[in-house]
Each structure stands twice: as structure tokens, then as C-alpha cells.
């Protein structure tokens, strides 16, 4: 079985530093689900 | 029922009227959240670390307010190493809930063990040192930094699987490192499908290998990797086949799930759309229907309105007029009274402020008869009276006679150019003599026939003469 080191690199993400957890904070826009819908009907 | 989100009253079974939310679909993404965290929660039992960790990730996804998937979320981060995003999602979750939360247990916690975070926030940056250095190509530099980082934090997954990688890129054993993992967590994706790929070289390795018999006292620590004879791995080597099965086992469980929820929840979902639509047209074309039959509804009403004013006013009209007439009949009718009783003045003055066009028809020769009779009275009495005052010197009550003796005077009565001749006599007395000079005048046009008309062209000399002198006595000075 082939291993695609490329593929598998991607993978491979920069972790949250401890300094960049408030920042972190203010940009997320938590949504889940029913937020999503909700948008889907006010599009509609 | 009250809506489980805003938790207020509600009547709606389908949509909150408070907060709009779709109660039935809001409910079943609560019940998903909900069994994604409960498997999440065995897992993590198990030290099925990542395993738990897409669960809850799919759970918050579901309901992002579920505080216990964020907490434990929060705990499996801090566990593999991930500090930073531990403390996002306990911080998330305090937001969302301060009281009784066990969030605020854990990041006083992390706080209190600052030096503990500081090394394992070291590791991460190490780490993404050697993410950097690796995507440019320099392997030698990023080994170096993984190195470190998982000596900072021995149980880095991410590192040790990274590493794994990188070993197995430059065809070295990667062995010890997916051996790491694996124990850390049982079924890490990622190093098992690192263990499948290395498994011939190990199998290799083992059959090279000489397996030594275990001492009579030795105990053997299950969780310190670096201790553990080939023998233990061989077995470790056997576990990992059945839990591979589990593995399968949870991919089709996981197929299923998606499966379910693509053919439970979408279609309801577009079906609720499309309804939620087609009512909404509904809903539009009624209203625009309502609307119009409310307006022409008003206009009616207005129409009827404005004709019942109409009659209103006509109504009224009428009544006025009536008043008028019967006024105008009380006025008569005291005139009348008046004339018989010989007080012919007090007559003419009422007749004189009669309406005759507004008496009725049968009465109007009664009044016109009245009227000549009275008024032909009136002007001989007010005459006499102001000859009488003329005569006294009275020349004020005089004019008011002479006045009253014109008023009722008709064109053409013998009396009315003595009437004029008298009121230019007290002109010129007054010093009116442009006044004067006017009376005088008339009598000469209009009356010629007058008693008074020779007195009326000496009284004309004389005031033109009087009124010579006192213009010429004025520009002399």
C-alpha cells in the first residue's frame, strides 16, 4: 500500500497558540445547524 | 408549549413566534448533538481519543450551545496537546453559560498551572515551526523541531504522527513513533493507517527480532512505551487487528449515520422549505386580497358618506330657510300690528329690515301694500319732526329726522327734495359746504317740482359765495 506523502502533508495544520486564542475568539462566527438554516430561509 | 430555545410561551407547534426557530427540526439537532457527545463520551473512555474528539466536533455542530460536548471537547484538546484550542472552547463555553459550569473549573485550572501551559504552548510552536519547515522541503530541520516538540510534550499526537510521516518518507522505522500514538490513542486514524503501511516492515522486524522471556517479578508498565519488550508489541500487534474491525465497524456506523441524516433530515428540511414558501405565497396573496376589499369597502363607505352629507346640508338649507320665512312672518306680522295701532315709525323701521324674497308668495302684496302706506307715513311724521327741530335750532336731532324721513322716502315723493334742501341747510350751518353744495345740487337736478326750489338756488349762491370767501381767506392768511 502506497503512502501519498503530499497528500498526507496537507493534512498537517498550524495548532492555536495560546496568543491567538482571544483573536481566535473575536473572528469565529459560531453557527451551527439551525443558524444555517435560518440563513437558508432568509435567502428564501 | 414553551420553544426550547428563547423559552418562551408558545401556541406554534412548527415555528416559534418569539424567535422563529423551526421547533421539530430545532429538536431533532438537539437529540443528534446529543448522541454524537454520548458516543463521544465512551469513546474518551476508552482512550479512543480523536475518535471522541469528531464526535463532539459533529455534536457542537448540531448545537452549539451543548456546554458538556464543549467541555469534554475542551478536556481532549488539552489531553493530545491542542492547549490552545482547549481553552477557545471553555472559554465558548462560559460564554454561552456562566453558572454551574465546568468550564470555569478547568480554565481556572489552566491558569493556575501556568508554567504547565506555557511548556505545552512551547511544543505547539515548535511544532508549527516544523510545519513550516517541512512544506519548504527542509525535512532535516523539521525532524529536529518534532524532536523537540514531543520532548516538550511527550504526548504531542500530532508530533508523533508527524514524525511517523516524515520517518516513513525517508523509509526509516517509524515504528516507535506509531507505537507512540497507539498507545496514547487506541484508534488514532492517522497511525493506524501509518501502522498498515509499516506493518510488512514490522512483521520483518519481528521475525529479526530475538523475543526475550519475561523475568519471574518483572511487571511490566502498560502506558511507558519506551520500556516494552518486542513480545508486549507483537501482542499489541494482535490487539490492533481486532480493534481494526472495531475500526470498520465504526466507518459503517458512521456511513449509516450520514446516510440517516441525509435521508431524514434534508428532505424534511427542503419539504419545509417548499411549504414554508408556498404558504408564504398564500399567505401574500390573501393579504393583497384583503387589502383590496378593504379599500373598496372605504369607498363605499366614503360614497355613502358624502351623500348623506349632501342631504344633510340640504336638510339643513331647507330648515334655514324655513326659519328665515317664519322670522320674516313674526316681523310682518309685528308691522302690522304696529300700523293699526298708529305707530307708524315703529312699522316702517320693521319693514324696512323685512326680506321680502323671503316671504311667501300670498303675503308679498300684504307686505308691499304695508310698506308704501307705512312708509309713506313715516316719511311725513320723520319730515314734520325735523322741521319742527330745524325750526327749535336742534339741528342735530333735525339730521337724524331729515334721515330717517329719506329712508322711507321714495323716488319721486313730493317731499323727498325738501327733505334733501333741509339736510344742505344744516351742511351749511355745520360749515359743510362742499356737502351743502351737493344737496343743493340734487334738488335742482332730481327735484325740480320741489316747494323749496327757490330757496334751494339762493342757499346755493350763498354757499358758493360763502365758500369763495373762505378759500380766499385761507390763501391769504
Known amino acids: 500500500m502506497a503512502l501519498d506523502f503530499k497528500l498526507e502533508l496537507k493534512k498537517y495544520q498550524p495548532i492555536l497558540e495560546l ?3 482571544e483573536s481566535s475568539l473575536k473572528n469565529d462566527d459560531i453557527q451551527d445547524i439551525i443558524d444555517l438554516l435560518e440563513q437558508l430561509t432568509k435567502k428564501d | 408549549m414553551n420553544c426550547p430555545n428563547c423559552r418562551e410561551r408558545n401556541e406554534e407547534i412548527k415555528v416559534c413566534k418569539n424567535c422563529g426557530i423551526n421547533i421539530p427540526i430545532f429538536l431533532r439537532s438537539l437529540k443528534i448533538s446529543a448522541r454524537f457527545y454520548n458516543r463521544a463520551l465512551i469513546k ?24 458538556n460536548a464543549r467541555n469534554l471537547l475542551g ?14 472552547q471553555w472559554i465558548l463555553s462560559q460564554k454561552m453559560n456562566k453558572k454551574d459550569n465546568l468550564a470555569t473549573f478547568y480554565l481556572e485550572k489552566a491558569q493556575s498551572e501556568a508554567s504547565y501551559l506555557q511548556v505545552q504552548d512551547n511544543a505547539i510552536k515548535v511544532y508549527n515551526k516544523a510545519i513550516f519547515h517541512i512544506q519548504d522541503g527542509d525535512l532535516i530541520a523539521g525532524i529536529e523541531y518534532l524532536h523537540e516538540a514531543i520532548n516538550l510534550n511527550p504526548k504531542f499526537i500530532e508530533a508523533l504522527n508527524l514524525l511517523s510521516l516524515i520517518y516513513i518518507q525517508k523509509k526509516e522505522n517509524a515504528s516507535e513513533y506509531i507505537g507512540k500514538v497507539l498507545s496514547l490513542d487506541k484508534t488514532n486514524k492517522t497511525a493506524l493507517l501509518y501502522e498498515k503501511y509499516m506493518r510488512p516492515h514490522i512483521r520483518k522486524e519481528l521475525n529479526n527480532r530475538q ?6 517479578h518483572q511487571t511490566i508498565e502498560k502506558n511507558n512505551v519506551s520500556k516494552l519488550p518486542a513480545q508486549q508489541f507483537s501482542k499489541q500487534t494482535s490487539r490492533r487487528i481486532i480493534s481494526f474491525t472495531h475500526i470498520i465497524s465504526f466507518l459503517i456506523g458512521g456511513a449509516a449515520v450520514s446516510a440517516m441524516f441525509y435521508l431524514m433530515i434534508i428532505p424534511g428540511l427542503l419539504e419545509d422549505r417548499d411549504l414554508t414558501l408556498e404558504s408564504l405565497n398564500l399567505r401574500y396573496i390573501q393579504m393583497q386580497q384583503a387589502a383590496n376589499d378593504d379599500i373598496i369597502a372605504k369607498s363605499q363607505t366614503i360614497e355613502e358618506l358624502t351623500i348623506l352629507t349632501e342631504n344633510l346640508q340640504q336638510s339643513l338649507d331647507v330648515q334655514r330657510a324655513h326659519i328665515e320665512i317664519q322670522e320674516n312672518l313674526t316681523t310682518l306680522q309685528n308691522a302690522v300690528d304696529y300700523n293699526a295701532a298708529g305707530n307708524h315709525n315703529a312699522a316702517a323701521e320693521l319693514l324696512f329690515s323685512l326680506d321680502f324674497d323671503r316671504l311667501p308668495s300670498h303675503m308679498l302684496q300684504t307686505a308691499e301694500n304695508l310698506r308704501s302706506t307705512t312708509f309713506a307715513f313715516a316719511t311725513m311724521s320723520f319730515y314734520n319732526s325735523g322741521l319742527n327741530y330745524f325750526e327749535s335750532s336742534r339741528y342735530n336731532e333735525a339730521r337724524n329726522a331729515f334721515e330717517q324721513s329719506l329712508q322711507f322716502s321714495v323716488d319721486g315723493q313730493v317731499h323727498r327734495g325738501n327733505i334733501i334742501y333741509f339736510l344742505g341747510r344744516i351742511f351749511e350751518i355745520f360749515g359743510q359746504y362742499e356737502q351743502a353744495i351737493q344737496s343743493f345740487e340734487l334738488v335742482l337736478r332730481e327735484h325740480p317740482n320741489s316747494s323749496m326750489i327757490n330757496e334751494t338756488h339762493i342757499a346755493l349762491q350763498r354757499v358758493t359765495s360763502e365758500m369763495a370767501n373762505s378759500l380766499l381767506d385761507s390763501l391769504v392768511g
Do not use: M, W
Not at chain 2, 478536556?75 to 477557545?88: M, N, P, Q, S, T
Not at chain 2, 523475543?211 to 519471574?216: E, H, M, T
Open chain 1, 19 to 21: 496568543e491567538d486564542v
Open chain 2, 75 to 88: 478536556l481532549l484538546y488539552f489531553e493530545v496537546g491542542l492547549v490552545g484550542d482547549a481553552l477557545k
Open chain 2, 211 to 216: 523475543v526475550p522471556k519475561p523475568k519471574p
Open chain 2, 44 to 67: 474518551s473512555r476508552s482512550f479512543e481519543f480523536y475518535e471522541a474528539i469528531t464526535l463532539l466536533e459533529n455534536s457542537i455542530k448540531f448545537d452549539k450551545k451543548n456546554i
